[in-house]
C-alpha cells in the first residue's frame, strides 16, 4: 500500500486544475486523509513569496518624497539649536576653549548616532518600509517564534510581504541565538519587555518634546524685550500647547505638506545665520573638528564634563523619528534630506553659536536668539515658533501611531483609533491618548517652567529609546542580517559605548527632573503590562477551553436549535476552535441564524495585509451546516475603519471561498498523525459540482439580504480559586479597573451598533 504523504502547501487556481496539482505532487490516490476543519486552515488564499520587493522610484519621486520628510521627520532635531548650549552650560561657560570641546562632542554626536547609525544602518532594519520599536520587533517575531500569543498560522507566510529576505552564510550563529531566543522564556520576557519601555519612553517623548520645543522659541521674546516675565512666556506657551491638542481631532492632512517649506526656510535661516556667525565671531571654532578638543574638555572639567553630556544630548532629540517616521516616506528620501539639507544646517548652525559664544561667553542662557542679527530677529522668530509648533506635531502623531501599533500586539488597553485622512495612510488620532497628552504637557510646562529643567527629563527619554533600538538592532544583525561578529562588535564598542556613555550622564539628572519620563515610562509599562498579562491568560483559557469539532457538530446539529433566517457573525480571539462563549450563548439562546461565521480579528507581526490577502476561510463540517471559521488578518498599522466596506469585503470572499475553494479545502492530506474519514480524489470532484456550489452561494446570499447580527463576546475574568495575592491585584483589580475605565470591544470595532448582540461569560483565571 502507497505511503501517505504530508502536503506542505497547496494552491491552485481554477477546480478543474485540482487533479493534475496532485499528479504534480505525486501523492497517494488509494488514501487521501481529512484534517478536522477546525484545525488546519484552508488554503483558499494564495499569497506569493516575493519577499521585500521595492517599488521602482523615479529620481523626481524621491527628491519629492525627501522635500516632503523635512516638514515631517525633522521638525524635532531641527528645533535643537534652540537650547542645546543653555542646557549644556546651565552654571556658564567657565573656560572659554570649554566651546571648542562641546562644539565638537556636538558634531561628533550629530555625526556618529544621527548619521551613521541611523540614517546608514537603522533605516535599513524597516519592516517592509515601515520603522520604529514595533518595526524591530515585528521582525523577530516573523523570524523566530518569539511571541507570547500561539496564534501563528502557517498561511500567515503565504501574504505577500511576510517573508524576510535572508542572506546565506553564518547561518550557525543566526540558528544558535534563534534556537536560544524560542527556548527561553526569560529571553522572550525581556524583548517584549525592552519593546514596551522603548515604547513608553516614545509616548514620554510626545508629553516632553511639544514642552520644550514651544516653551524654547516663545522665551524668545524675553531677548527683545525684558517687560515679557518669565510667568507670561509660560502661559503663553501653555494657551500654544493647548491649541496644538484641541485641533488634533480635525486631523493633519489639510494641512499636509505645508510643513516642508517652513521647516527649509528654518533650515535656511539657522544654517544662514550660523554661516554668518562662523565669519563675523571667531573662525577659530573650525579647531573643534579636531577630537583632542574632546579630550582637553574631560581633563579641564573631569566629572561636570561628564554632567554636561546630558545637553550635548539634546543635540539628537528627534533622531528617533527617522526611524519611526519612516513609513511615509523611503529610504532613499529620508537618507538625501538628512545628509544634503538637515545635516549641513544643523552643523553650519551649532558652529555659529559656538563661534558667537566665544566672544560672549555671558549670552549663554539663550544663545540662538542673541546670535540672531538684528534685522531678521522677528522673521526668525516667528519661524521658530513655527517649527517648534511643527516638531510638537510630528511627535503627537507619532505617538498616536505607536498607540494604534502597541494595540495590535496585545500591549495596550482598548482606544479609540481614527483615520483621519483619506490621502495620507497612517494619519491617526487617539481621542484618550490626545487629552491626557494635553494635560500632562500643561502640568510639565506649568511644573518645570524653564527649557533647562525639561532638558534634564528631556534626555532620559532620549538615550533610552536609542540604547533599546540598538539592543534590539543587535539581534537583528546576528539573526536576520547574519552580519560579521567582528562588524556587530564593532557597532556594540563604539555606538553601543556612546550611547551607555550618555545614558549614564542623563540618569546622573534624575532627581533634576530625570525621574520624569522614567516615572511615565513606569505608569504606562504597568498598564501594558497588565493588560497584555491578562490578555495572554485570556487567550490560553479559551484555547484549553475551546469547544471540540465534534461538540460543535453535535451542538448546532440538535434538533433543539431553531436556525432562523439571516447570517451571524460571532467574534472571538481565536484563530483555532470555537471559543467556550458559543456554548454559553446557545444554552440560553436556542437559536443560530442560517449561516454563521466565526469571525477573528488577528494581528500579523507586519506592517500592512493586502485587502485582497486580509480573509482567510475554513469551514465547519458537515457542510450543510453552514458555518465557517474566518481570520480577518490586519497589520500594525493596518487601521480598522468604517470606510471600510467590511462586512461586504468578508461575505464577496466567503462566496469565493465556496466557489473556488471549496473542494480541495476539504482534502488535504496527513501522514496519519490525526485520524479521520478516509475519502478518494473523486470524491473532492464529487464536491465540487457547480449545482451544489450555486446552491450555497444562493444560501449565502439570501441570510445576507435576511439580515446580519453581530455577536460579541464580553467576558469579565477573575482570578481563580487559590490564587495568589499578586495574581488576584493584578486580574481583580488592576486589569477590572482598566477594563471598565476604557472602551468596550464595540467602540474600537467597526461594527454596527443597531446590529450588535453582546453575549457576556465570566472566565476563573
Same mark, same amino acid.
Given at each position: 500500500?502507497?505511503?501517505?504523504v504530508?502536503?506542505?502547501?497547496i494552491?491552485?487556481?481554477?477546480?478543474?486544475?485540482?487533479?493534475?496539482?496532485?499528479?504534480?505532487?505525486?501523492l497517494?490516490?488509494?488514501k487521501?486523509?481529512?484534517?478536522?476543519?477546525l484545525?488546519?486552515?484552508?488554503?483558499s488564499?494564495?499569497?506569493?513569496?516575493?519577499?521585500?520587493?521595492?517599488?521602482?522610484?523615479?529620481?523626481?519621486?524621491?527628491f519629492?518624497?525627501?522635500?516632503?520628510?523635512?516638514g515631517?521627520?525633522y521638525?524635532d532635531?531641527?528645533t535643537?539649536?534652540?537650547y542645546?548650549?543653555?542646557s549644556?552650560?546651565?552654571?556658564?561657560?567657565?573656560?572659554?576653549d570649554?566651546?571648542?570641546?562641546?562644539?565638537s562632542l556636538?558634531?561628533?554626536t550629530?555625526?556618529?548616532i544621527t548619521?551613521?547609525?541611523?540614517?546608514?544602518?537603522?533605516?535599513?532594519?524597516?519592516d517592509n518600509?515601515?520603522?520604529?520599536?514595533?518595526?524591530?520587533?515585528s521582525?523577530?517575531?516573523?523570524?523566530?517564534?518569539?511571541?507570547?500569543?500561539?496564534?501563528q498560522?502557517?498561511?500567515?507566510?503565504?501574504?505577500?510581504?511576510?517573508?524576510l529576505?535572508?542572506p546565506?552564510?553564518?547561518?550557525?550563529?543566526?540558528?544558535?541565538?534563534?534556537?536560544?531566543?524560542?527556548?527561553?522564556?526569560?529571553?522572550?520576557?525581556?524583548?517584549?519587555?525592552?519593546?514596551?519601555?522603548?515604547?513608553?519612553?516614545l509616548?514620554?517623548?510626545g508629553?516632553?518634546?511639544?514642552?520644550?520645543s514651544?516653551?524654547?522659541?516663545?522665551?524668545?521674546?524675553?531677548v527683545?524685550?525684558?517687560?515679557v516675565?518669565?510667568?507670561?512666556?509660560v502661559?503663553?506657551s501653555?494657551?500654544?500647547l493647548?491649541?496644538?491638542?484641541?485641533?488634533?481631532?480635525?486631523?493633519?492632512?489639510?494641512?499636509?505638506?505645508?510643513?516642508?517649506?517652513?521647516?527649509?526656510?528654518?533650515?535656511?535661516?539657522?544654517?544662514?545665520i550660523?554661516l554668518y556667525?562662523?565669519?563675523?565671531?571667531?573662525?577659530?571654532?573650525?579647531?573643534?573638528?579636531?577630537?583632542?578638543?574632546?579630550?582637553?574638555?574631560?581633563?579641564?572639567?573631569k566629572?561636570?564634563?561628564?554632567?554636561?553630556?546630558g545637553?550635548v544630548?539634546l543635540?539628537?532629540?528627534?533622531?528617533?523619528?527617522?526611524?519611526?517616521?519612516?513609513?511615509?516616506f523611503t529610504v532613499?528620501?529620508?537618507?538625501?534630506?538628512?545628509?544634503f539639507?538637515?545635516?549641513?544646517?544643523l552643523?553650519?548652525?551649532?558652529?555659529?553659536?559656538?563661534?558667537?559664544?566665544?566672544?560672549?561667553n555671558?549670552?549663554?542662557d539663550h544663545?540662538?536668539?542673541?546670535?540672531?542679527p538684528?534685522?531678521?530677529?522677528?522673521?526668525?522668530?516667528?519661524?521658530?515658533?513655527?517649527?517648534?509648533i511643527?516638531?510638537?506635531?510630528?511627535?503627537?502623531?507619532?505617538t498616536?501611531?505607536?498607540?494604534?501599533?502597541?494595540?495590535?500586539? *496585545?500591549?495596550?488597553?482598548?482606544?479609540?483609533v481614527?483615520?483621519?485622512?483619506?490621502?495620507?495612510?497612517?494619519?491617526?488620532?487617539?481621542?484618550?491618548?490626545?487629552?491626557?497628552?494635553?494635560?500632562?504637557?500643561?502640568?510639565?510646562?506649568l511644573?518645570?517652567?524653564?527649557?533647562?529643567?525639561i532638558?534634564?527629563?528631556y534626555?532620559?527619554?532620549v538615550?533610552?529609546?536609542?540604547?533599546?533600538?540598538?539592543?534590539?538592532?543587535?539581534l537583528?544583525?546576528?539573526?536576520?542580517?547574519?552580519?560579521h561578529?567582528?562588524?556587530?562588535?564593532?557597532?556594540?564598542?563604539?555606538i553601543?559605548?556612546v550611547?551607555l556613555l550618555?545614558l549614564?550622564?542623563?540618569?546622573?539628572?534624575f532627581?533634576q527632573?530625570?525621574y520624569?519620563?522614567?516615572?511615565?515610562a513606569a505608569?504606562?509599562?504597568?498598564?501594558?503590562?497588565?493588560?497584555n498579562?491578562?490578555?495572554r491568560?485570556?487567550?490560553?483559557?479559551?484555547?484549553?477551553?475551546k469547544?471540540?469539532?465534534?461538540k460543535?457538530k453535535?451542538?448546532?446539529?440538535?434538533?433543539?436549535?431553531?436556525?432562523?433566517?439571516?447570517?451571524?457573525?460571532?467574534y472571538?480571539?481565536?484563530v483555532?476552535g470555537?471559543?467556550?462563549?458559543?456554548?454559553?450563548?446557545?444554552?440560553?439562546?436556542?437559536?443560530?441564524?442560517?449561516?454563521?461565521?466565526?469571525?477573528?480579528?488577528?494581528?500579523l507581526?507586519?506592517s500592512?495585509v493586502?485587502?485582497?490577502e486580509?480573509?482567510?476561510?475554513?469551514?465547519?463540517?458537515?457542510?450543510n451546516?453552514?458555518?465557517?471559521?474566518c481570520?480577518?488578518?490586519y497589520?500594525y498599522?493596518?487601521?480598522?475603519?468604517?470606510?471600510?466596506?467590511?462586512?461586504?469585503?468578508?461575505?464577496?470572499?466567503?462566496?469565493?471561498?465556496?466557489?473556488?475553494?471549496?473542494?480541495?479545502?476539504?482534502s488535504?492530506?496527513?501522514? *496519519?498523525?490525526?485520524?479521520?474519514?478516509?475519502m478518494?480524489?473523486?470524491?473532492?470532484?464529487?464536491?465540487?459540482?457547480?449545482?451544489?456550489?450555486?446552491?450555497?452561494?444562493?444560501?449565502?446570499?439570501?441570510?445576507?439580504?435576511?439580515?446580519?447580527?453581530?455577536?460579541?463576546?464580553?467576558t469579565?475574568v477573575?482570578a481563580?480559586k487559590?490564587?495568589s495575592? *499578586?495574581?488576584?491585584?493584578l486580574?481583580?483589580?488592576a486589569?477590572?479597573?482598566?477594563?471598565?475605565?476604557?472602551?468596550?470591544?464595540?467602540?474600537?470595532?467597526p461594527?454596527?451598533?443597531?446590529?450588535?448582540?453582546?453575549v457576556?461569560?465570566?472566565?476563573?483565571?
Open positions: 500500500m502507497a505511503h501517505d504530508q502536503l506542505e502547501a494552491t491552485y487556481e481554477t477546480k478543474e486544475e485540482v487533479p493534475q496539482e496532485l499528479k504534480e505532487k505525486k497517494s490516490w488509494q487521501l486523509r481529512r484534517y478536522d476543519s484545525d488546519l486552515e484552508s488554503r488564499i494564495p499569497g506569493h513569496h516575493h519577499g521585500h520587493h521595492s517599488k521602482a522610484l523615479t529620481r523626481s519621486l524621491i519629492r518624497l525627501a522635500f516632503q520628510s523635512i515631517v521627520v521638525g532635531v531641527g535643537s539649536p534652540l542645546v548650549f543653555a549644556t552650560f546651565p552654571n556658564g561657560i567657565g573656560n572659554n570649554d566651546i571648542l570641546g562641546v562644539l556636538i558634531f561628533y550629530i555625526t556618529l548619521v551613521i547609525k541611523y540614517v546608514l544602518i537603522v533605516l535599513k532594519a524597516n518600509g515601515e520603522g520604529g520599536t514595533f518595526a524591530l520587533y521582525l523577530l517575531c516573523r523570524y523566530a517564534k518569539v511571541g507570547f500569543i500561539p496564534n498560522q502557517a498561511e500567515d507566510r503565504d501574504v505577500s510581504n511576510y517573508e529576505e535572508l546565506s552564510g553564518r547561518a550557525w550563529m543566526a540558528s544558535w541565538l534563534k534556537s536560544a531566543l524560542e527556548k527561553s522564556k526569560l529571553a522572550k520576557q525581556i524583548l517584549l519587555f525592552a519593546t514596551m519601555l522603548g515604547t513608553s519612553m509616548i514620554g517623548d508629553v516632553l518634546t511639544p514642552c520644550i514651544v516653551l524654547s522659541a516663545v522665551g524668545g521674546i524675553q527683545a524685550t525684558t517687560k516675565t518669565q510667568d507670561k512666556v502661559w503663553i501653555v494657551a500654544i493647548v491649541l496644538l491638542f484641541l485641533i488634533q481631532r480635525f486631523g493633519t492632512d489639510k494641512v499636509g505638506y505645508s510643513f516642508a517649506p517652513i521647516i527649509c526656510v528654518w533650515f535656511a535661516l539657522i544654517g544662514g550660523g556667525n562662523f565669519i563675523h565671531y571667531d573662525p577659530a571654532v573650525a579647531k573643534a573638528l579636531n577630537p583632542k578638543n574632546i579630550i582637553d574638555y574631560f581633563k579641564r572639567n566629572k561636570d564634563a561628564w554632567v554636561s553630556l545637553g544630548v543635540a539628537i532629540t528627534g533622531t528617533e523619528a527617522l526611524f519611526a517616521d519612516l513609513g511615509h532613499p528620501s529620508v537618507q538625501i534630506s538628512m545628509c539639507v538637515t545635516y549641513p544646517a552643523i553650519l548652525a551649532y558652529t555659529g553659536q559656538a563661534s558667537f559664544l566665544r566672544m560672549n555671558d549670552h549663554v544663545t540662538f536668539y542673541k546670535s540672531i538684528k534685522p531678521i530677529y522677528w522673521p526668525t522668530f516667528v519661524i521658530a515658533v513655527l517649527a517648534s511643527i516638531a510638537s506635531q510630528a511627535i503627537i502623531s507619532g498616536f501611531s505607536i498607540i494604534q501599533q502597541s494595540l495590535s500586539l *496585545g500591549c495596550f488597553p482598548r482606544v479609540k481614527i483615520h483621519t485622512s483619506t490621502k495620507y495612510e497612517g494619519q491617526v488620532y487617539v481621542p484618550e491618548a490626545n487629552y491626557l497628552l494635553m494635560v500632562a504637557c500643561v502640568a510639565v510646562t511644573g518645570f517652567r524653564t527649557t533647562t529643567n532638558g534634564n527629563a534626555g532620559i527619554a538615550v533610552f529609546v536609542m540604547t533599546l533600538t540598538s539592543c534590539i538592532l543587535v537583528i544583525m546576528i539573526m536576520i542580517w547574519k552580519t561578529i567582528i562588524l556587530v562588535l564593532v557597532y556594540i564598542l563604539i553601543g559605548s550611547e550618555y549614564s550622564s542623563v540618569l546622573y539628572k532627581d527632573g530625570g520624569l519620563p522614567l516615572a511615565f505608569v504606562l509599562m504597568t498598564v501594558m503590562y497588565t493588560w498579562s491578562v490578555f491568560r485570556k487567550y490560553h483559557y479559551e484555547l484549553e477551553h469547544i471540540s469539532p465534534e460543535l453535535e451542538v448546532v446539529a440538535s434538533i433543539s436549535l431553531h436556525r432562523i433566517p439571516g447570517l451571524a457573525m460571532f472571538s480571539e481565536l483555532e470555537i471559543p467556550p462563549i458559543f456554548k454559553h450563548y446557545v444554552a440560553n439562546v436556542p437559536a443560530l441564524h442560517s449561516v454563521l461565521v466565526f469571525v477573528s480579528i488577528k494581528s507581526p507586519i500592512k493586502p485587502v485582497n486580509r480573509f482567510l476561510f475554513r469551514r465547519v463540517e458537515p457542510k451546516l453552514n458555518v465557517f471559521r481570520v480577518v488578518r497589520g498599522t493596518d487601521v480598522q475603519n468604517e470606510q471600510e466596506p467590511f462586512e461586504k469585503l468578508l461575505i464577496e470572499n466567503l462566496k469565493v471561498f465556496i466557489r473556488d475553494g471549496f473542494g480541495l479545502s476539504q488535504v492530506l496527513s501522514n *496519519g498523525e490525526n485520524g479521520g474519514e478516509i478518494d480524489v473523486r470524491q473532492v470532484e464529487e464536491d465540487m459540482q457547480p449545482e451544489e456550489i450555486e446552491r450555497e452561494i444562493e444560501a449565502v446570499d439570501k441570510a445576507w439580504h435576511a439580515g446580519i447580527v453581530h455577536l460579541i463576546g464580553e469579565e477573575v481563580g487559590g490564587s495575592i *499578586g495574581k488576584k491585584i486580574i481583580d483589580y486589569y477590572t479597573f482598566l477594563r471598565r475605565n476604557l472602551r468596550e470591544s464595540d467602540d474600537v470595532l461594527i454596527p451598533h443597531k446590529r450588535m448582540l453582546k457576556g461569560m465570566t472566565y476563573e483565571l
